[in-house]
């Protein structure tokens, strides 16, 4: 079933009122919206990050932000956070302390890809356990909890998507 956005404006970064495929935002660069969650642990001196899956049109094999997706047309952020949330990692968020952090505008192009979004970034304080998750196997082949060295040894060698804002963020959340 073809994934339907939100169209946004990027001026005012509100909703226009249009409704189109996330395919189509894709290859003509229109600007929608997504969320992504970031995962601490209770000490906060570790990120759970995903591996995306080698099938994925964007990024496969690459190291990403704990959870991220599109938000559905319609929908609100968090609405599509605990959705997110349920299909990658199997987990609710309303089991685990979170709370919004900011909205990112984010532009990145990857092979004939041009995605524009306004990114609603969440943040979750939790310790799971990365082998008892439940991971949504068309999405994520791996989680794993990574302290500050191994997240900027990640950025270092290239093995994990630039979300510099988020990347930000989290150095300042983490010991």
């Not at 994934?3 to 495929?21: A, C, P, Q, R």
Request: contains cysteine; glycine residues 4%.
């Amino acid at each position: 079933m073809e994934e339907l956005v939100d169209e946004y404006n990027e001026l005012t970064e509100e909703k226009t009122g249009k409704i189109i495929s996330k395919e189509t935002a894709h290859s003509k660069g229109i600007w929608h919206s997504a969320i992504h969650i970031i995962m601490i642990n209770k000490d906060k001196n570790k990120v759970l990050l995903q591996k995306r899956c080698q099938d994925k049109k964007l990024y496969p094999n690459m190291w990403d932000i704990t959870v991220g997706g599109h938000i559905s047309a319609g929908e609100d952020s968090l609405v599509s956070a605990k959705r997110e949330f349920k299909e990658e990692l199997g987990l609710n968020l309303d089991d685990y302390e979170y709370k919004y952090l900011d909205k990112i505008k984010e532009e990145f192009y990857y092979e004939n890809i041009s995605s524009k979004e306004f990114v609603y970034v969440y943040l979750v304080i939790g310790n799971v356990r990365t082998d008892s998750s439940k991971l949504q196997k068309e999405e994520v082949s791996d989680a794993n909890w990574f302290t500050k060295n191994e997240f900027q040894e990640l950025i270092t060698a290239n093995k994990i998507i630039k979300h510099d804002k988020e990347f930000k963020i989290i150095e300042d959340l983490l010991n």
